[in-house]
């Protein structure tokens, strides 16, 4: 039904194809991260602009799967995945297929939903424990698109905001200094934290500021508990 779904999109000449997805868990859960509530074309670059930044926090720009691509644009603007990177590159590859982009198309049918089966020890998990610094090198990447543009959106901003306490849990007793002053000491951190600060609750204020200033070794037990609670 999935590729049944998306096949009979390909008469629209959209230039971005979109169908619904969840994810279904090793322990049963189910979470239905994406579903549209009818089958919408999104047309000229403000509407595709404003779409985006309204529907950022709903990670529908996390994956390039559930997506029908025109292969015109990727060869005509040279888009490729950055391999420099290790976290987020799909991301990033969307928003810059989105820049592209004349119009985009939602597609709602039943039974077309992409499954997808996440375990514990996904492939996304286990090469994100070897590159910690790439999520700074991605936030950086994707916000200088997102500000230069105006697609901003509180909610995927406050995602990236706290990435830095990842990090430091993932690093079990292996602090980098070095990581820690190039995600916070640089311009698009503090853009977020003049945005994300007043807006989130006391609790994230005081967490946040604890990310930033404590040593390792006082932080770590700390954001253990916080984003095992969180």
Not at 22 to 51: Q, S, T
Not at 171 to 188: A, C
């Amino acid at each position: 039904h999935f590729l049944e779904a998306l096949n009979n999109t390909l008469a629209t000449h959209a230039d971005w194809i979109h169908c619904p997805w969840k994810n279904v868990w090793d322990d049963g859960r189910n979470d239905e991260l994406n579903d549209y509530e009818n089958e919408l074309l999104i047309e000229g670059w403000e509407a595709v602009r404003n779409y985006w930044s309204l529907s950022a926090a709903r990670d529908v720009c996390r994956c390039p799967w559930t997506k029908l691509f025109r292969s015109a644009i990727i060869e005509q603007h040279h888009l490729r995945f950055d391999v420099s990177l290790h976290y987020a590159e799909d991301t990033l590859f969307n928003y810059n297929y989105l820049l592209k982009v004349s119009n985009i198309l939602t597609i709602k049918r039943e039974g077309a939903r992409y499954i997808y089966h996440q375990f514990a020890g996904t492939a996304t998990i286990k090469k994100f424990k070897h590159s910690p610094d790439s999520i700074v090198k991605a936030r950086d990447c994707i916000f200088e698109i997102f500000f230069k543009e105006g697609m901003q959106n509180r909610a995927f901003e406050i995602l990236f905001f706290f990435s830095f306490a990842t990090i430091e849990y993932i690093y079990l007793g292996k602090p980098d200094d070095s990581i820690r002053r190039s995600f916070y000491d640089n311009p698009i951190q503090k853009k977020l934290e003049e945005r994300c600060l007043p807006i989130i609750s006391r609790q994230h204020q005081v967490m946040y500021k604890a990310f930033k200033h404590l040593p390792h070794a006082l932080l770590y037990p700390i954001a253990k508990v916080y984003l095992n609670r969180r």
